[in-house]
């Protein structure tokens, strides 16, 4: 997962915003340091996901941040992770619609695993050899491209849930939609997740039996 470096427009820690910013409130930047900028490789994870483009997506996270450190005065408190997402969700499909229309519900014929989070989340070996590293990176990138591939309700559903480990309020809270939707949604995608990889493995077993 991508990690992002501190955004230009705040200092090091103890420090204020930079010259010219305006402020969330006296004594207020540090609290949007200690609760907010935690979540930047989060945030940076969705916008990837959603905008299915990593240039445009550090740019609607930065626009992202910049937005809720203007306006962390109305946090009231909860989830600090699903108030910014829920800027960040808001601020990738503004950049979409502005850019290049609605986002494109194609489906691609890509390999994928049913084990979505276990493989995104899987730490590296101590000391993985190159053919192992080679591999892990391969089957990343598999991952990537397979949950890209799938309609964008559904995608979300998997990246916040799989990948963030999102609770299901903290996923409504987010997307504005019901718990249940979030359910319905989420058991939609990992199915077509599990769609997706299944032709791929039965084409390869039959490949298998027909050399035996």
Request: hydrophobic fraction near 40%; charge should be neutral.
């Amino acid at each position: 997962m991508k990690r992002l470096s501190p955004l230009p427009f705040f200092g090091t820690a103890g420090e204020g915003p930079a010259p010219g910013l305006p402020t969330p409130g006296a004594g207020r930047a540090d609290e949007f340091k200690r609760q907010i900028l935690p979540h930047l490789d989060a945030a940076y994870n969705l916008a990837r996901y959603l905008t299915r483009d990593p240039l445009l997506s550090e740019d609607v996270v930065q626009d992202s941040v910049l937005r809720a450190f203007r306006s962390f005065d109305q946090f009231r408190g909860g989830s600090a992770k699903a108030w910014l997402l829920t800027i960040v969700r808001n601020c990738a499909r503004t950049t979409q619609s502005g850019a290049a229309g609605r986002l494109s519900l194609v489906m691609h014929e890509s390999s994928l695993g049913t084990d979505v989070a276990a493989q995104m989340a899987a730490q590296a070996d101590p000391a993985p050899t190159p053919e192992e590293a080679a591999q892990r990176q391969a089957e990343v990138g598999r991952v990537r491209a397979a949950i890209e591939a799938i309609p964008e309700p559904f995608r979300e559903a998997v990246v916040l849930r799989d990948l963030e480990d999102m609770s299901y309020a903290e996923i409504a809270q987010t997307t504005g939609v019901p718990v249940g939707t979030v359910m319905s949604r989420l058991s939609r995608g990992r199915a077509l997740l599990a769609a997706e990889l299944l032709p791929a493995k039965n084409a390869g077993d039959e490949a298998s039996r027909s050399v035996k």
